[in-house]
Each structure stands twice: as C-alpha cells, then as structure tokens.
C-alpha cells in the first residue's frame, strides 16, 4: 500500500450549550495550516499536552468547520480514480455525539454545511459529465448493520435480515441487497434521504437523535469504453459508521 492509499482528516465541533454549561474550558487547540491539533488534560497546569498531526484538520469555529474549502472527498479518495476501476471509501469514525452522521450527509443550507456523501455524488457526476468516449450505469444501495442484523435501508422490506455471503469471483456481499440504478445527484440524494428515515435511531446523554448503527451507503459504477471496447467495473463507497459508547 502506498504512502498516499490512506488519509487521515480531523474535523472538530464546536461545544455545545450543555457542555459549554457543563466545563466552559476548552482542552483542545487547532492549527488548520499545520494540520495539527493539541489536547491538554483538565486541570494539569504544568502537564505538556499531547500533540497529533493528520492529513487535513478543520477547526472548531462556526465559521471554519465546514467542508466547502477542504474538499474532503479530493484529499481522502483518488480522486479521478474513481471513474477508473479504482475503490474508494470514506470512513468516518468517532465517539457518539461527535459529528459522523452530520458530516457525512450534513444539511442542505447553508451550502457550507452539506456533507460528504452529496459532495461525492456532485464529483462522481461532473466526472462522468466531462467523460469522453465512455458510458456509465451507476447504481445506489443503502445498508445498516444494527445488533449484527444487516437491513436493506432502500428495500421493500426494511426489516428483514440479510446475509453476508463470500463468492470466489465477486469477493463479500450482501445477499437480495437491493440495487438502484440513479442518473444525477437529485436521485442519489433522494435515495439517501429515503434510507435515512429507515435507520435505527436512539436517544443519548450526547445525542437526542443518536444513530445506533453501522450504514453503508455505495455508488456502484460499471464502465464501458466505447473507444477500444473494453469493460470496467469499480465501486464509489462513502461509508458513514457510526459508533456509540461503551
């Protein structure tokens, strides 16, 4: 695995009424420019704090946390690979409360808000748009992993389980998982709106509104090139895990 096959960016949020009620001191510090952010200990005056440096890093202003200007989809993925044969995954990881669900699919408005996952189907779709001598068919499907159970978000069916297979040639999947094909971002986005109505929700000392699962949201693109006919199959999987507590 190459040096730039994996990246790793930080988002941090700002703190909420409670927790501002709760401790008003802030332990963590942000350098954007450096990709750096420091974590100092509550109450240890002469304690060093601890250090870390990733890839990217968005600050906890209301005004620098945003996703327009990191272009996120670009730093994590290969970027034009995408539409090449090659994988891509996002995977956002962090305590319950933190932002995972909210970074991912975000808000419509305002336009600095929206997630990942609608900014992925913005550059799968302008790509395809700018294509020469290629055809696409890209299809959607949305899973859930909840207390080991796997539920096809999109199905007619939402609550029935599904099983994990493992074939030779087409490596792990879902079986009967359900499969859409989309055209253009309004329909993936749709999509995904429809499949978030079906998630498995709770209510948290951190999170009123707590996503109690695992989802997996993926693009599938097959390929055709027109020029020397030859065919391409790839995948495009923003991910969204969300985990709780222990």
Known sequence: MSSESV????????LNDREKAES????????PQLCQCSIRRPGGQGDPPKQFTFDGLRGCRLDSCGLRDVTVWHRLSRSQGVTEGYNGTIFAYGQTGSGKSFTMQGVSEPEAQRGVIPRAFEHVFETIQCAENTKFLVRACFLEIYNEDIRDLLGNDTKQRLELK??????????????????????CERMMERGC?????????MNKDSSRSHSIFTLHLEICRTGDSTFTTCMVPPVTFTCSNS
Not at 7 to 14: F, Q
Not at 166 to 187: A, F, I, K, N, Q
Not at 197 to 205: D, E, F, P
Request: include cysteine; aromatic fraction near 2%; hydrophobic fraction near 35%.
């Open 166 to 187: 493992e074939h030779p040639e087409r490596g792990v999947y879902v079986r009967d998982l359900s499969m859409h094909t989309v055209h253009g971002v309004g329909e």
């Open 197 to 205: 109505r079906n998630r498995a929700v709770g209510s948290t000392l």
């Open 24 to 31: 008003p001191e802030a332990v963590l510090s942000v350098e």
């Open 7 to 14: 990246r790793v960016v930080v988002r941090c949020r700002p």
